[in-house]
């Protein structure tokens, strides 16, 4: 049976007084009481009632974060690491911003990678580096601060394990 011949059925069932596609008047004791305005039931920033369940968001409220507190604040996230996974999600907000995380911060990341016994991550951090410096000098300068830790931990970068490729 197709389509169309279901709908003829079903508009030949409600009778020919009233059309399928308008809807019947429904009795005053079916209808369900509306809310009013201001009551306490779910009342939106507009104060009436709304079918969201979730309170609007004022992006206005909150101060702006320094370097130094951003610093302060990954550092104790990557002292907090536990696994892998943690690591990742870390460092995938901490470059998202728009500067390069401190000395400390990478230090504090290169650490929680040796922890968690992941060394692509660690090297994949001195990537995420040289793509977020503004030019070589800088990037130079990161290799050449983090250069001790870089060999008490045993991370190699990726220009070093691959001198051919031509995207290092």
Request: negative net charge; hydrophobic residues 35%; glycine residues 4%.
């Amino acid at each position: 049976m197709s389509s169309t011949q279901l709908l003829r059925i079903a508009a030949r069932a409600r009778g020919p007084s009233s059309s399928f596609f308008t809807p019947s008047p429904v009795s005053p004791a079916r209808r369900l009481p509306l809310l009013a305005c201001g009551t306490k039931a779910s009342i939106s920033a507009t104060g009436c009632y709304a079918f969201s369940t979730t309170t609007p968001r004022l992006s206005g409220d909150h101060a702006e974060e320094t370097f130094e507190e951003f610093t302060a604040r990954y550092e104790n996230e990557f002292n907090g690491v536990q696994d892998v996974f943690e690591l990742q999600r870390n460092l995938n907000n901490a470059f998202a911003y728009d500067l390069v995380p401190s000395p400390t911060v990478i230090t504090a990341a290169l650490r929680a990678a040796r922890r968690v016994n992941d060394f692509p991550t660690a090297v994949r951090i001195f990537e995420g580096i040289k793509a977020k410096v503004e030019n070589k000098m800088q990037y130079e300068e990161y290799l050449q601060e983090l250069e001790p830790l870089r060999e008490e931990l045993g991370v190699n970068l990726k220009e070093h394990m691959y001198p051919d490729d031509k995207r290092a």
